[in-house]
């Protein structure tokens, strides 16, 4: 049994700035988050050396065939398993390059599942099932920066020789204790105290589209400021790559779309193209 919470020294769990809100119109409720909404930038602002610290730690793995997982519960979970499984169609990397765990299992995505995030011993469990290897990189995210499933999946990931950051938002949390890349991102009290999916949320949101966008254009997924793999799962995605192509090689419309429906992704199309115009 762990010693007893003391929620009170958290700045995630100290009293909103604001009160009474059942008594506030619409307006003064959405002006208040909106208020409180732009402190978020400023707190990820201060913790961008920590974050590109992590980045660059994680590419030298992963450029050695590593992958990136990210362990969390409730929230934090969710939005790792999030940015997870927007890498594939946005960059067109295998599934399982970057995995999203959330305590309690995939049933937990859309449902709460008790007590979930206080085995500590279950995130090491769920990394084994990929077979996880000191090339890899695991990032736990945890707003309270305590959850248990996150600081055991952090330890025994630590003591098997793998790269460890985390994402919380308090400062001196157990979870940035056991991660040796600690980003923390302290956004101060929430709108409705203790309400973590909310300023929490959207900076652990932020950070994560900085991590993984950096990542894979350090692994070459981008080019200029191109998707150059993405999916080409709609028409959007489709017509996008077409004026990619267009854009990159100078053709007209009917042969960029010729080109990628046979190439099959903007990078081929614009390398066969260059290749045979030599």
Not at 5 to 32: C, M, P, R, W, Y
Not at 121 to 150: C, F, H, M
Not at 210 to 238: A, F, P, W, Y
């Amino acid at each position: 049994m762990r010693d007893k919470l003391n929620l009170e020294s958290l700045s995630t769990e100290a009293t909103s700035n604001h009160d009474n809100l059942e008594q506030k119109s619409v307006f003064e409720l959405i002006k208040g988050m909106n208020d409180e909404d732009k402190t978020v930038p400023f707190a990820v602002e201060k913790a961008l050396p920590k974050i590109e610290v992590f980045i660059q730690n994680a590419v030298e793995r992963m450029l050695n065939g590593g992958r990136l997982f990210y362990i969390g519960a409730g929230t934090s979970g969710r939005l790792g398993i999030l940015d997870a499984s927007e890498c594939p169609p946005t960059y067109g990397v295998p599934h399982g390059l970057v995995v999203g765990l959330i305590a309690g299992g995939d049933h937990a995505i859309k449902f709460a599942v008790e007590n979930a995030e206080d085995d500590i011993d279950q995130a090491w469990e769920d990394l084994k099932k990929y077979d996880i290897n000191q090339n890899d990189t695991v990032l736990g995210i945890a707003a309270s920066g305590r959850t248990p499933y996150v600081v055991g999946g952090l330890k025994k990931a630590n003591q098997n020789g793998i790269l460890t950051g985390c994402l919380v938002c308090n400062k001196g949390s157990e979870v940035a204790a056991n991660a040796q890349f600690p980003i923390e991102v302290v956004v101060g009290p929430e709108y409705v105290t203790g309400s973590t999916r909310m300023k929490s949320g959207t900076a652990q949101k932020m950070v994560l589209n900085m991590i993984s966008t950096s990542i894979m254009i350090n692994l070459g997924k981008v080019r200029g400021n191109k998707m150059v793999d993405m999916q080409l799962s709609n028409e959007k995605l489709i017509e996008r790559g077409i004026k990619m192509i267009v854009s990159e090689i100078g053709v007209d419309y009917s042969v960029a779309k010729e080109l990628l429906i046979t190439q099959g992704s903007v990078r081929k199309a614009v390398d066969f193209y260059q290749n045979i115009n030599r």
